[in-house]
């Protein structure tokens, strides 16, 4: 014990001066680049946050399955919101082809886009408030800091690669169908969610079940993709999928945000890491 | 669910670290809410002298506070509303410390309006939430769940908000500033009938507002004119009539605005992320209608902010949350508050009417008051000592160090603290808590046997006693981690060392034992969760490392196994999903997402436990007397113990039942965020039972003495009086019979000096073996129960307001003085909990004189009069006893002052809707008297209850 004290007090002034230079120095540099990062990460979302240059641009995706060729469709993105959408349905029992598409003065907001975006934009907020000039005083407040931001981004990233389970009447009131003109027919529900890079399109086509059929009622709970068979009722009558469609289009910048946010999480826990190291040294209340 | 549980908080030398994340001033000015993001929240007192005291500590919450706001019409309740990050919300009454009422939904807010409007709606008003989702969340008050929302055109999150409340205007709207910076308006008022019946209600008024960041939006009540909306690089003044800027400002370099308030018509003040505030004069009222933005130049010149006085702190800090209360009436004050990170208040004055010096320059406002809670411990030291540092006299010279791990073993009473240095010290809980609460005993000081054990050279960081686990283990082992990644393995009674291993993987933060079905190769084994993110498995027999899996990025979270292919799944922070080959010790493979839920999935029932509550411990041992089993999973209160304390929970039936026969629980805590303390919990049901029962089968003669006192009682009663005599005759039959052995036994039993019981304990638990184990605990338990029932009421006796009653106490009962005041804790379910802190005793000296520490309440004072009456008689009684009978009569003291506490905190269950018993269940009946209308019904219930005390004395 006695020793161990000795031989380390000349060790502790080094350390010392290495956990001094570690918050002056290292924690900023770790602290521009995550800024860097997720600023880029930000630019994929093309959101013009205050002084940005404008109108974001829009962006048309084919939405196509490996499959089924029954649903094809037509998309245009604008940051986060679905300005422009085309889907033809071919029902197989009439081969005949269903068209329709969005309103004009009707766009659709992607929720999960957004909130991601919202997230990024929080933890770039964070980050910018401890510029250059702030003296960071103890590692706990770099531990605080970063436990804040990984929070934002890890929230960011299941946003998009966990999309919401609903159920079948949520689907149907969702207010998506009031969006189409021609409005779609009563048997047909949509869906758009986004999955990892993937911007889905769920197509739902239902029979109404008869009132007194015999078969078990039973409806189903709460799901992304709801399989055929899957049952529920609206508004007094009861309906039953028949078939369901699903066509995807890869958005390649949400990948591209999605490795930032990757990237960036891991450079929050090293410098977490680096930080801590300095706990087995001495005492120094990490909390 | 009943709970009796009580509960006794020893604080340990260092306050549980609190960095304020959202603060509050109730409306009365008496109480300071302030939450943290560790997830306690803190209740202090203000008194009218703007002194600030810590009140209590409310545990419940697993993630950080976000945002705090009233619940309710806060005359008629002191309701707060609390959410946190991951999407937790309580009703605490800040009064008491009760959790109300707690969800948790899937929305994480970031402020939150109270919202009532009398004649139209029905119920308890609404809480109009917002945070990180789209659009306004509609929440009742009462039971918080989602009654709808008020939806928007663009719908976005809404960054803050404020509720417009004008006579002018006649309609009360919320107005709103979304993330994208647009301004909108909801009616309020007149949209309540359409809310009620589910309507979509969208914004009246939508304006983009060019700035992102928004951070407060605030109405001038006093022109009903203005709305100051404050950003993080500048502030604006709008009129609200036609939203036309009227004037600006932007911040210094390096600062950048956190919110603001009006102070007055055309006087507000600003506050800054890093706590400095500015009070600003908006001069020559810029409300002239011919100003628009448009002629920038003339607007310019009518109205300009002016600085009048600005407020400063010396330490810079992370970041602040400020707040102002304005109140107009009298007695209060203007009141400027900020909490830091680092857990520091700050307090300003603000004058009524702020002026700026002579030559126009501004004046600097002095902090008035300024606290952490650290101060507070340091002010009130009983209250906050170390738990082992009365272990050694003052003669002895040696300091012992800050305790860093702690573990109780119920099944032999002791208590396990590694400590700073290295040290182990090992003694029995009861009697640390003793020596800690109760004030100087010459049995008491310097003679408690206690061990250290050497073999760490740095801070012990983790402790496990495995065979609290897995009986597969031997009772005598213990298993400690330190620092510097080694970890012994030793025998708990000698000290000797078996083996020590070393990792070379930082510090060890878990040891955790792996389930009872686990193949037989890995016997004895247990694994380390060390601070390089790695898991080791030790094996004990072989004494080996058997594999160490150091890939994980992140840290660990949870471990699970998979029963068939032997492999070892660990689930990291980053929801990755490492699964590792047990036999080999090959990484098997890596998933992320989808794929790693689904393995953690498949593995749900094959879990290692990491984590644990204290409640939930409590709740653990409730549910073995009740021997009903609850699937109740929840590990809330998780946050103060987060992953880092062992479970408690056994996964052991047989250990179970040893858990069962102790009605006295010794449970540290400990957690991630350097929260140090240790809660003692008294079953009284339990207590009770033991002690009766012990009574029935080996101490008849008790009840033969009882019989004999009453005999002499009942004449005033003579309607009972020949009930009294024939029970007296069985009894006396039945002394005759066993008497004369069991008086021995109980003599032993009550007169054996203290300091012996815990030396024969522990030498009988030497030579026991499991099986006479069981059949002695009945012996060994009354003792322990005896203790820890005088210990529970020394706690609560109202001591130093009747010296003769306390001598008497002292005396007869051999319940003692208290050493100060205590610190009780008050659950109100499994994972909400109210632990007072030092220094909330300070809180009534308002009213009542400074002359007993204990005093709960002014009620306290008038019960006890008509205590110490009963006291005098039975004391007059006494003198015609034996010395031996007045022993009896101590324990039949002790089993009546218990039962009574049960039946009030039964009682008090009952009626109070929720509320639940601490030791100052006076006080709150006292304080819910008060806010209740139908206090009628509690008044008539709460005599009978102190009379029916009162009368149980005298009928001895």
Same mark, same amino acid.
């Given at each position: 014990?006695?020793?161990?004290?000795?031989?380390?007090?000349?060790?502790?002034?080094?350390?010392?001066?290495?956990?001094?230079?570690?918050?002056?120095?290292?924690?900023?540099?770790?602290?521009?680049?995550?800024?860097?990062?997720?600023?880029?990460?930000?630019?994929?979302?093309?959101?013009?946050?205050?002084?940005?240059?404008?109108?974001?641009?829009?962006?048309?995706?084919?939405?196509?399955?490996?499959?089924?060729?029954?649903?094809?469709?037509?998309?245009?993105?604008?940051?986060?919101?679905?300005?422009?959408?085309?889907?033809?349905?071919?029902?197989?029992?009439?081969?005949?082809?269903?068209?329709?598409?969005?309103?004009?003065?009707?766009?659709?907001?992607?929720?999960?886009?957004?909130?991601?975006?919202?997230?990024?934009?929080?933890?770039?907020?964070?980050?910018?408030?401890?510029?250059?000039?702030?003296?960071?005083?103890?590692?706990?407040?770099?531990?605080?800091?970063?436990?804040?931001?990984?929070?934002?981004?890890?929230?960011?990233?299941?946003?998009?690669?966990?999309?919401?389970?609903?159920?079948?009447?949520?689907?149907?009131?969702?207010?998506?169908?009031?969006?189409?003109?021609?409005?779609?027919?009563?048997?047909?529900?949509?869906?758009?969610?986004?999955?990892?890079?993937?911007?889905?399109?769920?197509?739902?086509?239902?029979?109404?079940?008869?009132?007194?059929?015999?078969?078990?009622?039973?409806?189903?709970?709460?799901?992304?993709?709801?399989?055929?068979?899957?049952?529920?009722?609206?508004?007094?009558?009861?309906?039953?999928?028949?078939?369901?469609?699903?066509?995807?289009?890869?958005?390649?910048?949400?990948?591209?945000?999605?490795?930032?946010?990757?990237?960036?999480?891991?450079?929050?826990?090293?410098?977490?890491?680096?930080?801590?190291?300095?706990?087995?040294?001495?005492?120094?209340?990490?909390? | 669910?009943?709970?009796?549980?009580?509960?006794?908080?020893?604080?340990?030398?260092?306050?549980?670290?609190?960095?304020?994340?959202?603060?509050?001033?109730?409306?009365?000015?008496?109480?300071?809410?302030?939450?943290?993001?560790?997830?306690?929240?803190?209740?202090?007192?203000?008194?009218?002298?703007?002194?600030?005291?810590?009140?209590?500590?409310?545990?419940?919450?697993?993630?950080?506070?976000?945002?705090?706001?009233?619940?309710?019409?806060?005359?008629?309740?002191?309701?707060?509303?609390?959410?946190?990050?991951?999407?937790?919300?309580?009703?605490?009454?800040?009064?008491?410390?009760?959790?109300?009422?707690?969800?948790?939904?899937?929305?994480?807010?970031?402020?939150?309006?109270?919202?009532?409007?009398?004649?139209?709606?029905?119920?308890?008003?609404?809480?109009?939430?917002?945070?990180?989702?789209?659009?306004?969340?509609?929440?009742?008050?009462?039971?918080?769940?989602?009654?709808?929302?008020?939806?928007?055109?663009?719908?976005?999150?809404?960054?803050?908000?404020?509720?417009?409340?004008?006579?002018?205007?006649?309609?009360?709207?919320?107005?709103?500033?979304?993330?994208?910076?647009?301004?909108?308006?909801?009616?309020?008022?007149?949209?309540?009938?359409?809310?009620?019946?589910?309507?979509?209600?969208?914004?009246?008024?939508?304006?983009?507002?060019?700035?992102?960041?928004?951070?407060?939006?605030?109405?001038?009540?006093?022109?009903?004119?203005?709305?100051?909306?404050?950003?993080?690089?500048?502030?604006?003044?709008?009129?609200?009539?036609?939203?036309?800027?009227?004037?600006?400002?932007?911040?210094?370099?390096?600062?950048?605005?956190?919110?603001?308030?009006?102070?007055?018509?055309?006087?507000?003040?600003?506050?800054?992320?890093?706590?400095?505030?500015?009070?600003?004069?908006?001069?020559?009222?810029?409300?002239?209608?011919?100003?628009?933005?448009?002629?920038?130049?003339?607007?310019?010149?009518?109205?300009?902010?002016?600085?009048?006085?600005?407020?400063?702190?010396?330490?810079?800090?992370?970041?602040?949350?400020?707040?102002?209360?304005?109140?107009?009436?009298?007695?209060?004050?203007?009141?400027?508050?900020?909490?830091?990170?680092?857990?520091?208040?700050?307090?300003?004055?603000?004058?009524?009417?702020?002026?700026?010096?002579?030559?126009?320059?501004?004046?600097?406002?002095?902090?008035?008051?300024?606290?952490?809670?650290?101060?507070?411990?340091?002010?009130?030291?009983?209250?906050?000592?170390?738990?082992?540092?009365?272990?050694?006299?003052?003669?002895?010279?040696?300091?012992?160090?800050?305790?860093?791990?702690?573990?109780?073993?119920?099944?032999?009473?002791?208590?396990?603290?590694?400590?700073?240095? +290295?040290? /182990?010290?090992?003694? *029995?809980? #009861?009697? &640390?808590?003793?020596?800690?609460? @109760?004030?100087?005993? !010459?049995?008491?000081?310097?003679?408690?046997?206690?061990?250290?054990?050497?073999?760490?050279?740095?801070?012990?960081?983790?402790?496990?006693?495995?065979?609290?686990?897995?009986?597969?283990?031997?009772?005598?082992?213990?298993?400690?981690?330190?620092?510097?990644?080694?970890?012994?393995?030793?025998?708990?009674?000698? +000290?000797? /060392?078996?083996?020590? *291993?070393? #990792?070379? &993987?930082?510090?060890?933060?878990? @040891?955790?034992?792996? !389930?009872?079905?686990?193949?037989?190769?890995?016997?004895?084994?247990?694994?380390?969760?060390?601070?390089?993110?790695?898991?080791?498995?030790?094996?004990?027999?072989?004494?080996?490392?058997?594999?160490?899996?150091?890939?994980?990025?992140?840290?660990?979270?949870?471990?699970?196994?998979?029963?068939?292919?032997?492999?070892?799944?660990?689930?990291?922070?980053?929801?990755?999903?490492?699964?590792?080959?047990?036999?080999?010790?090959?990484?098997?493979?890596?998933?992320?997402?989808?794929?790693?839920?689904?393995?953690?999935?498949?593995?749900?029932?094959?879990?290692?436990?990491?984590?644990?509550?204290?409640?939930?411990?409590?709740?653990?041992?409730?549910?073995?007397?009740?021997?009903?089993?609850?699937?109740?999973?929840?590990?809330?209160?998780?946050?103060?113990?987060?992953?880092?304390?062992?479970?408690?929970?056994?996964?052991?039936?047989?250990?179970?039942?040893?858990?069962?026969?102790?009605?006295?629980?010794?449970?540290?805590?400990?957690?991630?965020?350097?929260?140090?303390?240790?809660?003692?919990?008294?079953?009284?049901?339990?207590?009770?039972?033991?002690?009766?029962?012990?009574?029935?089968?080996?101490?008849?003669?008790?009840?033969?003495?009882?019989?004999?006192?009453?005999?002499?009682?009942?004449?005033?009663?003579?309607?009972?009086?020949?009930?009294?005599?024939?029970?007296?005759?069985?009894?006396?039959?039945?002394?005759?019979?066993?008497?004369?052995?069991?008086?021995?036994?109980?003599?032993?039993?009550?007169?054996?000096?203290?300091?012996?019981?815990?030396?024969?304990?522990?030498?009988?638990?030497?030579?026991?073996?499991?099986?006479?184990?069981?059949?002695?605990?009945?012996?060994?338990?009354?003792?322990?129960?005896?203790?820890?029932?005088?210990?529970?009421?020394?706690?609560?006796?109202?001591?130093?307001?009747?010296?003769?009653?306390?001598?008497?106490?002292?005396?007869?009962?051999?319940?003692?003085?208290?050493?100060?005041?205590?610190?009780?804790?008050?659950?109100?379910?499994?994972?909400?909990?109210?632990?007072?802190?030092?220094?909330?005793?300070?809180?009534?000296?308002?009213?009542?004189?400074?002359?007993?520490?204990?005093?709960?309440?002014?009620?306290?004072?008038?019960?006890?009069?008509?205590?110490?009456?009963?006291?005098?008689?039975?004391?007059?009684?006494?003198?015609?006893?034996?010395?031996?009978?007045?022993?009896?009569?101590?324990?039949?003291?002790?089993?009546?002052?218990?039962?009574?506490?049960?039946?009030?905190?039964?009682?008090?269950?009952?009626?109070?809707?929720?509320?639940?018993?601490?030791?100052?269940?006076?006080?709150?009946?006292?304080?819910?008297?008060?806010?209740?209308?139908?206090?009628?019904?509690?008044?008539?219930?709460?005599?009978?209850?102190?009379?029916?005390?009162?009368?149980?004395?005298?009928?001895?």
């Amino acid at each position: 014990m006695a020793t161990a004290a000795a031989a380390s007090s000349a060790e502790r002034g080094v350390l010392e001066e290495e956990f001094k230079w570690l918050l002056k120095e290292e924690v900023h540099s770790v602290l521009k680049q995550l800024q860097d990062i997720l600023k880029e990460a930000s630019r994929r979302f093309t959101i013009p946050t205050g002084t940005a240059d404008g109108a974001t641009k829009q962006e048309n995706f084919v939405l196509g399955s490996s499959s089924t060729d029954q649903v094809k469709g037509v998309l245009t993105l604008q940051g986060d919101t679905l300005c422009q959408a085309e889907v033809n349905l071919k029902v197989s029992r009439t081969s005949q082809v269903l068209h329709f598409a969005f309103r004009e003065d009707k766009q659709w907001k992607m929720q999960q886009i957004q909130d991601a975006r919202n997230h990024v934009n929080q933890a770039i907020y964070l980050l910018t408030n401890r510029g250059e000039n702030y003296n960071f005083q103890t590692g706990s407040e770099v531990l605080k800091l970063m436990d804040a931001v990984m929070l934002q981004l890890t929230r960011a990233r299941n946003r998009l690669t966990t999309p919401a389970t609903m159920t079948l009447p949520e689907v149907a009131t969702s207010g998506l169908t009031k969006m189409f003109s021609p409005a779609p027919p009563s048997d047909v529900l949509l869906n758009f969610y986004v999955n990892v890079n993937k911007l889905c399109l769920l197509v739902y086509q239902l029979h109404a079940l008869q009132p007194n059929s015999t078969k078990n009622f039973r409806p189903s709970g709460s799901s992304v993709l709801h399989n055929p068979g899957a049952m529920f009722e609206l508004n007094n009558q009861r309906f039953e999928v028949s078939h369901v469609h699903k066509v995807e289009c890869i958005v390649p910048w949400l990948n591209d945000a999605l490795v930032f946010f990757t990237v960036s999480l891991q450079l929050c826990q090293q410098l977490k890491d680096k930080i801590s190291i300095f706990s087995s040294y001495w005492n120094f209340r990490p909390y | 669910m009943k709970n009796t549980t009580q509960a006794v908080v020893l604080w340990g030398n260092r306050a549980p670290a609190h960095s304020i994340t959202a603060m509050m001033i109730t409306e009365d000015q008496k109480t300071i809410v302030t939450g943290s993001l560790e997830g306690q929240i803190c209740l202090w007192h203000l008194s009218m002298e703007m002194k600030i005291t810590s009140k209590a500590i409310l545990f419940g919450h697993t993630a950080a506070v976000t945002c705090l706001a009233k619940a309710r019409d806060f005359e008629k309740q002191p309701y707060v509303v609390s959410g946190a990050e991951n999407g937790e919300m309580c009703v605490w009454n800040v009064n008491t410390g009760h959790c109300i009422q707690n969800v948790k939904l899937p929305y994480r807010h970031t402020a939150i309006c109270y919202y009532h409007c009398s004649f139209r709606m029905t119920g308890e008003g609404w809480l109009l939430c917002c945070g990180h989702y789209q659009d306004v969340l509609i929440v009742d008050a009462k039971t918080l769940q989602v009654l709808h929302s008020f939806k928007s055109q663009s719908s976005d999150w809404i960054s803050c908000m404020c509720i417009v409340h004008s006579t002018r205007i006649q309609e009360d709207s919320l107005v709103a500033i979304s993330a994208a910076g647009d301004l909108k308006v909801w009616d309020l008022s007149s949209s309540v009938n359409s809310i009620q019946e589910k309507q979509i209600v969208y914004e009246t008024e939508s304006q983009n507002l060019e700035m992102a960041n928004y951070c407060s939006v605030r109405f001038c009540t006093y022109t009903e004119r203005l709305l100051l909306v404050i950003c993080s690089t500048s502030w604006k003044v709008y009129d609200y009539c036609d939203f036309s800027l009227l004037c600006t400002d932007v911040c210094k370099d390096s600062q950048r605005f956190a919110g603001g308030e009006f102070l007055a018509a055309n006087r507000l003040i600003i506050w800054t992320q890093d706590g400095h505030s500015y009070i600003y004069q908006l001069l020559n009222s810029g409300l002239s209608k011919s100003l628009c933005p448009g002629e920038g130049g003339l607007l310019k010149e009518t109205i300009t902010p002016h600085l009048l006085c600005s407020t400063s702190v010396m330490e810079k800090s992370f970041s602040c949350t400020m707040a102002f209360m304005n109140q107009r009436k009298e007695p209060f004050y203007k009141i400027l508050y900020s909490g830091n990170s680092s857990g520091r208040l700050h307090f300003w004055h603000v004058p009524d009417v702020p002026v700026s010096q002579f030559d126009g320059s501004p004046v600097e406002i002095p902090v008035k008051v300024t606290i952490t809670l650290q101060e507070m411990f340091d002010r009130h030291k009983s209250m906050s000592e170390g738990i082992i540092d009365h272990l050694c006299t003052p003669s002895e010279g040696v300091k012992l160090a800050t305790v860093t791990a702690s573990l109780y073993i119920p099944s032999l009473d002791k208590l396990v603290c590694g400590c700073e240095d +290295g040290n /182990i010290v090992i003694t *029995f809980a #009861l009697h &640390a808590a003793r020596a800690r609460l @109760l004030r100087d005993h !010459p049995l008491l000081r310097g003679s408690l046997p206690h061990k250290i054990f050497g073999g760490h050279d740095c801070s012990v960081t983790s402790l496990l006693y495995p065979h609290a686990r897995s009986e597969k283990f031997d009772p005598s082992w213990l298993i400690s981690g330190d620092q510097n990644s080694s970890i012994i393995w030793r025998d708990v009674f000698t +000290g000797e /060392i078996f083996h020590k *291993f070393i #990792l070379q &993987a930082g510090a060890i933060l878990k @040891l955790l034992v792996p !389930p009872t079905d686990y193949k037989v190769k890995l016997f004895q084994s247990i694994y380390c969760v060390c601070s390089d993110n790695s898991v080791a498995l030790l094996n004990l027999q072989e004494r080996l490392c058997f594999f160490h899996a150091r890939k994980h990025l992140f840290p660990v979270k949870t471990l699970r196994w998979h029963p068939v292919e032997e492999a070892l799944v660990v689930g990291c922070e980053d929801d990755s999903v490492y699964v590792w080959e047990i036999e080999t010790g090959t990484l098997e493979r890596h998933e992320t997402g989808d794929m790693a839920k689904a393995i953690l999935m498949a593995c749900e029932d094959f879990t290692i436990e990491t984590t644990d509550s204290i409640v939930n411990t409590s709740h653990e041992t409730q549910r073995n007397t009740r021997t009903t089993f609850k699937s109740s999973n929840s590990y809330k209160l998780g946050n103060l113990s987060h992953n880092l304390i062992h479970s408690e929970k056994s996964s052991n039936k047989i250990v179970d039942s040893s858990y069962s026969l102790n009605p006295f629980t010794f449970l540290p805590v400990r957690s991630k965020y350097n929260i140090s303390l240790h809660l003692l919990l008294f079953d009284l049901e339990q207590v009770l039972e033991l002690l009766q029962s012990s009574q029935a089968s080996g101490l008849k003669s008790a009840n033969s003495f009882h019989s004999y006192d009453a005999l002499k009682t009942a004449k005033s009663s003579s309607e009972k009086r020949p009930l009294t005599l024939k029970r007296n005759k069985t009894a006396g039959s039945l002394y005759q019979m066993d008497g004369p052995t069991s008086d021995i036994v109980v003599k032993e039993i009550i007169t054996r000096p203290l300091e012996e019981i815990g030396g024969i304990k522990r030498h009988k638990k030497f030579k026991s073996t499991k099986k006479n184990k069981t059949q002695m605990s009945g012996k060994i338990d009354v003792n322990m129960v005896m203790d820890a029932a005088k210990l529970l009421l020394s706690c609560l006796l109202p001591w130093g307001i009747d010296k003769e009653l306390d001598n008497f106490c002292v005396k007869h009962l051999d319940i003692l003085k208290l050493q100060g005041s205590v610190t009780f804790g008050l659950i109100s379910d499994v994972d909400h909990l109210c632990l007072m802190l030092p220094g909330w005793n300070q809180v009534s000296n308002d009213t009542v004189g400074n002359f007993s520490h204990n005093l709960l309440s002014k009620k306290v004072i008038e019960l006890s009069t008509k205590y110490s009456l009963v006291a005098q008689k039975q004391k007059n009684k006494n003198d015609q006893l034996e010395n031996h009978i007045s022993a009896m009569l101590g324990l039949e003291t002790l089993l009546h002052f218990l039962k009574k506490l049960l039946c009030v905190s039964k009682t008090l269950r009952m009626d109070g809707s929720k509320c639940t018993q601490s030791g100052s269940s006076f006080e709150k009946i006292e304080s819910l008297r008060g806010k209740w209308k139908s206090s009628e019904h509690f008044t008539s219930s709460f005599p009978p209850f102190t009379t029916d005390v009162l009368h149980g004395k005298l009928s001895k």
